[in-house]
């Protein structure tokens, strides 16, 4: 049964760098797609970054070159590196993998910035 896992997240003011991460577990494909989502109060969950098996990397528009999304030694981790966060970045981030044509989800982790 694949699992996920994050942790990372917490309060921290505008300007500040907070890093999310993400554990799979149970996985059984070296192919994967890996992405952060997100979902603000009242809003619906938003794709924030994805990272590809080959390492290719795409991003929202409204976290271009604050966030970094990157894999560990084992593909079955990922990072998500926020700087100059702003408090339209507060949301509930999830992880998401994708294999064996399936979604799997990991149950969320707070992130909020305070102005």
């Known amino acids: 049964q694949v699992q996920l896992v994050e942790s990372g997240g917490g309060l921290v003011q505008a300007g500040g760098s907070l890093r999310l991460s993400c554990t799979a577990s149970?996985?059984?494909?070296?192919?994967?797609?890996m992405s952060w989502y997100r979902q603000a109060p009242g809003k619906q969950r938003e794709m924030t970054a994805v990272?590809?098996?080959?390492?290719?990397?795409n991003y929202a528009d409204s976290v271009k070159g604050r966030f970094t999304i990157s894999r560990g030694n084992s593909k079955s981790v990922v990072y998500l590196q926020m700087n100059n966060l702003k408090p339209e970045d507060t949301a509930i981030y999830y992880c998401?993998?994708?294999?064996?044509?399936?979604?799997?989800w990991g149950q969320g982790t707070q992130v909020t910035v305070s102005s």
């Open positions: 998401k993998l994708f294999e064996h044509g399936s979604d799997y």
């Open positions: 149970g996985t059984t494909s070296l192919i994967n797609v």
């Open positions: 990272i590809f098996n080959g390492g290719d990397t």
